[in-house]
């Protein structure tokens, strides 16, 4: 029997690449130079796209492949897929939840502790001889026992404030409507009212037009010269107008931002700032979480051909 053909929209890890030629006749839409002509040629074989969180498939993808039947996503974020155009399609769409929830987590609390303490400033500090020359790296603010505020009690959200519990923190969250796994934890109805009672702000909502933006120029006030605003979401949940602006004028104390708008080109005036600390969305990037998310991809393109339920489906 031939192999379901597919559309790769990004690079996976050689393990998971390897493995996915080996079942599928894989077609690499990344690497095509020409993007039209690649579609026009292999869009009407395609029966599924593989793509990353931050990828996505657009509906120009979608429609360009009239015989697809999934999109698989590497990532547990799906706000790149255009779901209107799946529905209208009839194409099911899944993603990679919970085996990635711990380590962005992990991600999210190691950006705070390194903001709050200078880290990344002390080992320029070493580097550049200032403390032979100078002295001592200037006195940094403390994380254990502060505030901290969780936009966003899912999975994620959820795994950071268990982490944040475990430094003493006064937490406090604010979503949709309060959780029942929540009980030790402060409900608080808007982001400008948690942005008012924490010291660190983590955004941890998934992304939707809904949570567009909504991060914006009195969220940030809100959290004020002493706050530090911690994003592993998505970066259309910011006003990155807003984020500049109150980062250069010293409204916002600090950031640690691993996504960006247009990434992973990004706005430069963010590399002008030395309040905000700059990651290459890597939450997720370990070698454990990310073999788990390839076999996750893997797997419900499998379940789908073999016609038996998604293990992780969105629609
Ligand atoms: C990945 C992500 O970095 O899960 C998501 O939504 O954005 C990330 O985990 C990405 O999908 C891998 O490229």
Redesign the pocket.
């Known amino acids: 029997m031939s192999k379901p053909a597919i559309m790769q929209i990004?690079a996976y890890p050689a393990w998971d690449q390897d493995l996915l030629n080996q079942d599928y006749d894989v077609r690499k839409y990344f690497e095509a130079a020409d993007k039209d002509a690649f579609l026009a040629e292999h869009g009407p074989q395609v029966r599924a796209i593989a793509t990353?969180?931050?990828l996505g498939a657009s509906r120009a993808m979608i429609e360009a492949c009239p015989n697809l039947e999934i999109v698989s996503v590497?990532?547990?974020?799906y706000d790149a897929v255009d779901l209107g155009a799946c529905c209208e399609h009839n194409v099911r769409v899944t993603n990679?939840p919970d085996v990635?929830s711990g380590d962005?987590a992990d991600f999210a609390v190691t950006m705070m502790l390194a903001q709050t303490r200078g880290v990344v400033a002390g080992d320029a500090w070493v580097r550049s001889d200032n403390w032979a020359t100078t002295g001592n790296l200037p006195l940094q603010r403390r994380a254990f026992g502060r505030r901290a505020g969780v936009l966003g009690l899912g999975r994620i959200g959820f795994e950071i404030a268990k982490r944040l519990a475990g430094f003493g923190m006064d937490i406090a969250y604010s979503d949709i409507a309060p959780k029942d796994y929540a009980q030790d934890w402060t409900f608080v109805a808007t982001p400008t009212e948690l942005a008012a009672q924490s010291d660190f702000l983590f955004v941890a909502a998934a992304a939707s037009s809904a949570t567009r933006h909504i991060i914006d120029a009195s969220v940030l006030e809100a959290l004020g010269p002493d706050g530090m605003l911690i994003n592993v979401s998505r970066a259309s949940n910011v006003d990155e107008e807003a984020l500049i602006d109150a980062l250069s004028t010293g409204k916002l104390g600090s950031a640690a931002l691993d996504v960006f708008e247009g990434e992973p080109s990004l706005d430069p005036r963010f590399l002008d700032l030395s309040n905000i600390l700059l990651q290459p969305?890597?939450?997720?990037?370990t070698v454990e979480t990310r073999k788990a998310?390839g076999a996750l991809v893997r797997a419900n393109l499998e379940a789908h051909f073999a016609g038996k339920p998604l293990p992780t489906p969105v629609i």
Do not use: D, P
Request: hydrophobic residues 30%; neutral net charge.
């Open positions: 990004g990353r969180g931050e590497y990532g547990v974020g990679t990635l962005v969305h890597q939450a997720s990037g998310m």
